[in-house]
């Protein structure tokens, strides 16, 4: 059976689904949101929203939140709009419609921004520019990494124009250009205008996005001042939106699936009629990422096994209610340290939000909640990657595959170990990965339990230190150079 006919694993009916999505609504018509910037309260109230300007509380009424997700289905369903997709930190957004299935050709993502590295020498560490830069080349060298934001971001640069820098650093480092994350709209123009330089032109970079941020809500029912600058700054070059929030069941979220869902659904629709009232030709799409506060530690809980199912029932509602195709979070672990729980985690995580029909998963080669990056697991996680790919790629069916002549050579207790067509296939149909043994207990390294990290090592190490072409021409590196000299005189020179 090939992925095409694969069904992925449904959480949730139609009904629950639209009982979801009623929910939502409900809550952003009773409840409201809270946005606090006085000209995008201006933009909803003339899209038809009940605007406390004293309060800043907006209620959207049911009507105006459907026209705007009928306004983002239309745009998907037109085959002339651009763009078609673009990267985010997590994984890949696509604006357009697609048959909610498991996807054989998932993409993904090691990007993250990380405060910390865990290096190949065990230690961790606050990351530097030169890890930065390490880290990107070495996603860029991994087969199985589509897109890479930036795996770990550079401490010793001042924060004020870190997220410039580190997007330089990802224009040159690698063609797989993953999401930025981007903290106020001044640091907008300059992402974007880097983007543009690698893109050939501003027209360029808005029909296919190489650097692009988004906005995020701080959940609940929250869309600050510095989170809409971002959004509008972007809706103004023409570039992808989307407001992506984070509600965390049993902190900011209720405790039970179904209601962070519904909450989560609440604020991104907020955001999708806020996009709109600003620009009602806007690419929009929506989003959310929720998770579990862990009742022992508080911590926003990236891989527990109650977060597969929460995530399937995001992927669920996003891509297959609502028409939104896109990743999500997976390669996730709670662990700080590479070991048993971050394989099992990792390989869990990934697996079970592509069976639920996910287009890609993100982002890997972390450790500790997503805030210590890893080298070596990153490499790791590029075979847990290769491991999930092989396993929902179905089973191809034809006279060739069928080998009935190979089954009559063989005969009745007979072998096919010297066919032709075992030679002509055997690597196709099996994954050898070399990091994966089938071994006999006693032989040779059978015992070792470290060989696997090792050899994680020594390819991470080998892949550096490979020389390779330069991404951009020197003519666009002196751009971006230029680009990022008049940032710092910008953002760090006295007043």
């Given amino acids: 059976m090939k992925t095409s006919l694969m069904q992925p694993v449904r959480f949730l009916s139609h009904e629950e689904m639209q009982h979801i999505h009623k929910t939502a609504l409900s809550l952003l018509e009773r409840m409201g949101m809270k946005v606090e910037h006085p000209k995008a309260l201006e933009y909803l109230r003339n899209a038809g929203c009940r605007v406390d300007m004293d309060s800043r509380i907006v209620k959207f009424p049911e009507e105006v939140v459907e026209q705007a997700i009928q306004r983002m289905k239309s745009n998907f369903a ?13 994984s890949q957004v696509r604006f357009d419609r697609q048959p909610f299935s498991i996807h054989e050709d998932f993409s993904v993502n090691a990007g993250g921004f990380c405060c910390f590295i865990w290096d190949l020498e065990g230690k961790r560490r606050s990351a530097t520019l030169e890890d930065a830069r390490q880290a990107l080349r070495l996603a860029d060298r991994l087969d199985q990494i589509t ?31 993953g999401g930025i994350e981007t903290f106020n709209a001044r640091q907008v123009d300059y992402i ?39 959004m509008l700054a972007h809706l103004e070059r023409g570039l992808p939106q989307s407001l992506d929030t984070m509600p965390c069941a049993g902190s900011t979220a209720p405790m039970t699936a179904a209601g962070t869902v519904a909450l989560g659904i609440a604020e991104t629709l907020g955001g999708l009629v806020l996009g709109f009232a600003v620009d009602p030709k806007a690419t929009m799409t ?35 209610f609502y028409g939104c195709p896109s990743g999500v979070h997976g390669g996730k672990t709670d662990a700080c340290i590479p070991g048993i729980q971050t394989g099992v985690q990792k390989a869990v995580s990934m697996l079970g ?11 890997v080669g972390h450790l500790e909640n997503a805030i210590t990056f890893s080298p070596l697991q990153l490499v790791i996680d590029n075979e847990i990657a290769r491991y999930v790919r092989r396993t929902v790629r179905g089973v191809e069916v034809n006279e060739e595959t069928l080998a009935v002549d190979v089954i009559a050579a063989a005969g009745i207790s007979g072998n096919t170990i010297a066919s032709d067509h075992t030679a002509e296939h055997f690597k196709d149909e099996e994954l050898l990965s070399p990091f994966f043994d089938a071994l006999s207990w006693g032989m040779s390294d059978s015992l070792d339990r470290e060989r696997f990290e090792r050899r994680a090592a020594e390819k991470a190490r080998k892949l550096l230190a490979e020389e390779t072409p330069p991404v951009l021409s020197i003519n666009q590196q002196i751009a971006i150079d230029e680009i990022v000299a008049e940032a710092r005189k910008d953002f760090l020179s006295p007043c």
Avoid at 199 to 224: F, K, N, V, W
Wanted: aromatic residues 6%; positive net charge; proline residues 7%.
């Fill in 78 to 90: 037109n085959p002339d709009r651009w763009p078609k997709r673009m990267s985010v930190r997590y």
């Fill in 147 to 177: 897109y890479t934001g930036l795996p770990c971001a550079a401490q010793d640069v001042p924060v004020e124009i870190r997220p410039i820098v580190m997007a330089a650093e990802l224009a040159k480092h690698t063609r797989k250009h």
């Fill in 353 to 363: 939000v592509i069976m639920a029909g996910a287009i890609g998963f993100g982002t």
């Fill in 286 to 320: 929506i989003d959310f990422t929720p998770g579990y506060c862990d009742m022992r530690s508080s911590l926003f809980g990236y891989a527990g096994a109650e977060r597969i199912p929460l995530l399937a029932a995001r992927i669920q509602m996003i891509s297959e």
């Fill in 192 to 230: 974007c205008r880097i983007g543009e330089v690698v893109a050939g032109s501003r027209e360029a970079h808005r029909r296919q996005p190489i650097l692009a941020g988004y906005a995020e809500a701080r959940t609940p029912l929250c869309i600050d001042e510095v989170m809409v600058d971002v």
